[in-house]
Nanobody, 130 residues
Framework: EAQLVESGGGLVQTGGSLRLSCAAS????????IGWFRQAPGKEREGVSY????????YYADSVKGRFTISSDNAKNTVYLHMNNLKPEDTAVYYC???????????????????????WGQGTQVTVSS
């Protein structure tokens, strides 16, 4: 059974940093792409970033480009989202999701669309105080 477990959320001040983790199990990690999404209260879920595990190719939403970095430790079946220079508007529940990598055209925004993903984690709360 496929499973994704997020961790690392918390409360941080504006300008601070957090590292989120997404631990995957139950599927062949190297064959999948992992995406990070977030949902703020009253807003739709939006794609933040994704990484194709084997190839290591990445893509970011404009809102986080230059501040967030996604990385993958394939030996640990874990994807990280390093978040720097956090802003109050980054406050949201952050989710990771998985989809077979061949579904995604690399370096395109298709990986930021939640509808393409098969498996989802339960989410972790990130709160940035002003």
């Amino acid at each position: 059974e496929a499973q994704l477990v997020e961790s690392g959320g918390g409360l941080v001040q504006t300008g601070g940093s957090l590292r989120l983790s997404c631990a995957a199990s139950g599927f062949i990690f190297d064959d999948y792409a992992i995406g990070w999404f977030r949902q703020a209260p009253g807003k739709e879920r939006e794609g933040v970033s994704y990484i194709r595990s084997r190839a290591g190719s990445t893509y970011y939403a404009d809102s986080v480009k230059g501040r967030f970095t996604i990385s993958s430790d394939n030996a640990k079946n874990t994807v990280y989202l390093h978040m720097n220079n956090l802003k109050p508007e980054d406050t949201a529940v952050y989710y990771c999701a998985a989809v077979p990598a061949h579904i995604l055209n690399p370096h395109t925004s298709i990986g930021l669309k939640q509808g393409v993903y098969d498996y989802w984690g339960q989410g972790t709360q990130v709160t940035v105080s002003s």
